[in-house]
């Protein structure tokens, strides 16, 4: 498959376990954040979103955090699987501009 | 819905040579955005287009090109190919609000030689 990048922190998590994946914004204008993950071969999937005017979201086995006060972000996975496998990135976004990415954190999940 | 498309998926050039590349928003999205993705830049921001105007624009030269069509379909085209502009190029699209979810389709795999 495709190298998404070739020297990128990797966490490294048994099956069943619970990952957390940190992320540190630049811009204290950003208003809105999402992550992203991407497969081998693939584009970037929409996971999760956030706006400033939470700190928290739910979805479905993944939680995002936001604090805005030290401009972080994570994602939180439960239970994760085997198809977890990926690199994620998050974004932010402050109004009337594009997207920004992080450099990404490759997820790894031993069977 | 369909997805975001792009085609081609994968493109081999010389260098000194010039692409264009296709991508096809999912429908009813009027924004169209243009990233370049390599190993050692990670994911960089081309330009975004809404109703066939460029609204941002990242910090790329001028031979990298776009434009948005009437029915939301955009096309990129870079010039003068160098071996530099080897890299996965994605198209994203969204409705077109400031906080609108962007949905990424599979990127062209650009090769440059």
């Known amino acids: 498959g495709e190298s998404v990048g070739l020297h990128l922190p990797t966490l490294s998590v048994q099956e069943g376990d619970n990952s957390i994946i940190n992320c540190a914004y630049s811009n204290s204008a950003s208003d809105y954040f999402i992550w992203y993950k991407q497969e081998s071969g693939k584009g970037p999937q929409f996971i999760i979103d956030?706006?400033?005017?939470?700190d928290k979201r739910q979805g479905q086995r993944v939680t995002v955090l936001l604090n805005k006060t030290v401009k972080h972000l994570s994602l939180q996975i439960a239970a994760t699987q085997p198809g977890d496998s990926a690199v994620y990135f998050c974004a932010e976004k402050e109004r009337g501009r594009a997207l920004t990415f992080g450099s990404g954190t490759r997820l790894q999940v031993q069977p | 819905k369909a997805g975001v498309t792009q085609t081609p998926r994968y493109l081999i050039k010389t260098r000194g040579q010039q692409v264009t590349l296709s991508c096809s928003p999912i429908s009813g999205h009027r924004s169209v955005s243009w990233y370049q993705q390599t190993p050692g830049q990670g994911l960089q921001f081309l330009f975004e287009?809404?109703?066939?105007?460029?609204?941002n624009k990242g910090n790329f030269p001028g031979r990298f090109s776009g434009r948005q069509f009437s029915n939301s379909r955009s096309e990129m085209n870079v010039s003068t190919l160098e071996l530099g502009d080897s890299a996965l190029y994605l198209c994203a699209s969204r409705g077109g609000g400031p906080t609108d979810t962007q949905y990424f389709g599979p990127g062209t795999r650009l090769t440059v030689l």
């Open positions: 956030i706006r400033s005017n939470m």
């Open positions: 287009y809404f109703s066939e105007t460029q609204r």
